[in-house]
Nanobody, 118 residues
């Protein structure tokens, strides 16, 4: 069974930093594109950052220059470094894995809560 396990969430003050990790098991990690999504209370889930199997990245405009997505194929792990956090970054952050060869192979983690508040 494929598993995506997120960690690193928590409570942080505005302007602070957090680093999220997503450890993936039971897939050929290096042929999957990875993404971090977030869902704020009362809002739809949105893509925050994505990284392809070849390492190309994309970000939602609201986090450009503050968040960095990266992956370590040797560790089957994707990261999201979040700096200069704002209250509007609050939400549940989910890790997603999607196969480059079969888009129906789509997996989600259980989510980790990020709260930015003073």
């Amino acid at each position: 069974q494929v598993q995506l396990v997120e960690s690193g969430g928590g409570l942080v003050q505005p302007g602070g930093s957090l680093r999220l990790s997503c450890a993936v098991s039971r897939i050929i990690f290096n042929i999957f594109s990875m993404g971090w999504y977030r869902q704020a209370p009362g809002k739809q889930r949105e893509l925050v950052a994505g990284i392809t199997s070849s390492g190309s990245t994309n970000y939602v405009d609201s986090v450009k220059g503050r968040f960095t997505i990266s992956r370590d194929n040797a560790k089957n792990t994707v990261y999201l470094q979040m700096n200069s956090l704002k209250p509007e970054d609050t939400g549940v952050y989910y890790c997603n894995a999607n196969s480059d060869y079969n888009r129906n192979l789509d997996y989600w983690g259980q989510g980790t809560q990020v709260t930015v508040s003073s």
